[in-house]
T-cell receptor, first 113, second 114 residues
Framework: GENVEQHPSTLSVQEGDSAVIKCTYS??????FPWYKQELGKGPQLIID?????GEKKDQRIAVTLNKTAKHFSLHITETQPEDSAVYFCADNSGGGADGLTFGKGTHLIIQP | DAGVIQSPRHEVTEMGQEVTLRCKPISGHNSLFWYRQTMMRGLELLIYFNNNVPIDDSGMPEDRFSAKMPNASFSTLKIQPSEPRDSAVYFCASSFTTAQAPQHFGDGTRLSIL
């Protein structure tokens, strides 16, 4: 079936440094790629998304890049802060129907003070 | 604005019992999704409704699982009979029914089947 692979599974960075999380997808028909942040005991929270008609999108310290040819997309967090510590999930819309999401397995981001 | 509301937040029950999880989507959203999260399998889509009609239930694991959406503001996911391997966190999400519309998640129901 369709799948989304996410790396790394754990990422530890010093506060103030940048963090990059990478995902690859297999379904050529996928055209929507959201990123979610999940804190302990909470549901996933959408932080940024990108559609297949653009290659990059930025929102303050967060940016996402998309390479459709290579079928990969990445999340970039700059000037990391302690509150960025969480599990981050990438996804694409290959999960079913027109918009069901298929998720990566998640990256546990740890910001070291 | 109220987000997606799920109840109960936690459920502990013995195997064989019926379990009903509830979801109230964001007002105005007409797509609703049920997901399940486990350590082994991550987040998986179970079923997807559009305008209260099930569109894709290919992710529902077995006939023991059923979902309904009797109106635009309420959905249920039922497991009968429950088994220990059903233990997971179940999330409901909703969105507008436009292509690539962002999905907003509730805080989930943590289900433990003993």
């Amino acid at each position: 079936g369709e799948n989304v692979e996410q790396h790394p599974s754990t990422l530890s960075v010093q506060e103030g440094d940048s963090a990059v999380i990478k995902c690859t997808y297999s379904d050529s028909a996928s055209n929507y790629f959201p990123w979610y942040k999940q804190e302990l005991g909470k549901g996933p929270q959408l932080i940024i998304d990108i559609r297949s008609n653009v290659g990059e999108k930025k929102d303050q310290r967060i940016a996402v890049t998309l390479n459709k040819t290579a079928k990969h997309f990445s999340l970039h967090i700059t000037e990391t802060q302690p509150e960025d510590s969480a599990v981050y999930f990438c996804a694409d819309n290959s999960g079913g129907g027109a918009d069901g999401l298929t998720f990566g397995k998640g990256t546990h981001l740890i910001i070291q003070p | 604005d109220a987000g997606v509301i799920q109840s109960p937040r936690h459920e502990v029950t013995e195997m064989g019992q019926e379990v009903t999880l509830r979801c109230k989507p964001i007002s105005g959203h007409n797509s609703l999704f049920w997901y399940r999260q486990t350590m082994m399998r991550g987040l998986e889509l179970l079923i997807y409704f559009n305008n209260n009609v099930p569109i894709d239930d290919s992710g529902m694991p077995e006939d023991r699982f059923s979902a309904k959406m009797p109106n635009a503001s309420f959905s249920t996911l039922k497991i009968q009979p429950s088994e220990p391997r059903d233990s997971a966190v179940y999330f409901c999400a909703s969105s507008f029914t436009t292509a690539q519309a962002p999905q907003h998640f509730g805080d989930g129901t943590r289900l433990s089947i003993l």
